[in-house]
């Protein structure tokens, strides 16, 4: 049993060894645009509904955890059908690799949201920007396994986060546009990147 059980281990081992040094294939650009386009109508809608997000945060923070669940459900769904055609065997250690690299960010962004909800509401207007920089530490984190240009996506939301932090400590008010604007631009850059990659020779060893 324990041969067995060690060479079970080393097979994993080894998959996770091939994952690491594989081109990941499971995001579609298609999905990509359309979550672009899910954060466009979430800002409109916000934009129409909610007269002063400031006064009423949590509607606007609901409707913007309402997008983000809805672009991770797709994103999710296709990922595992793409997996499953371009990895084939490799299609589980590859999809766990992706989450595994994206997880931490996604993890402080909800953990950031809770206590500065709980314990410092007067600063919710940071959270906008703060979330585009934890979403460009995500993609910098899964460049190793996607297209090398996906950086640009990630410099995007860095850039705007901050950018988005600098215009709303003037004003300290949320706004349906400081989230929407650089999700919509954001996403389209990974869409146009994944549409446009070359495979393995836009892909780190």
């Known amino acids: 049993m324990r041969d067995l059980d060690k060479a079970l281990a080393d097979i994993v081992a080894i998959r996770s060894q091939i994952a690491a040094g594989t081109a990941f294939r499971g995001y ?39 997008a983000a669940t809805l672009s991770g459900l797709m994103i999710w769904t296709e990922m595992r059908a793409r997996s499953r055609r371009h990895h084939s065997g490799l299609a589980d250690a590859m999809i766990h690799q992706a989450i595994e690299q994206f997880l931490p960010a996604g993890v402080a962004g909800v953990l950031l949201a809770v206590v500065m909800w709980k314990f410092a509401s007067e600063a919710l207007w940071l959270l906008p920007g703060l979330w585009q920089i934890l979403v460009s530490l995500g993609i910098f984190a899964s460049v190793r396994s996607l297209p090398r240009s996906v950086a640009f996506a990630g410099a995007w939301y860095f850039m705007s986060g901050f950018a988005v932090v600098v215009l709303a400590s003037r004003t300290h008010m949320l706004s349906p546009w400081t989230m929407g604007l650089p999700f919509v631009i954001g996403q389209s850059v990974m869409a146009a990147i994944l549409y446009f990659a070359s ?5 780190e060893d």
């Open 28 to 66: 579609g650009p298609a999905t990509m645009a359309a979550t672009g386009a899910v954060a466009l109508v979430t800002a409109i809608l916000q934009f129409w509904l909610i007269g002063d997000p400031t006064s009423e945060p949590l509607g606007f923070f609901l409707g913007w955890f309402a």
């Open 199 to 203: 495979g393995d020779n836009d892909v």
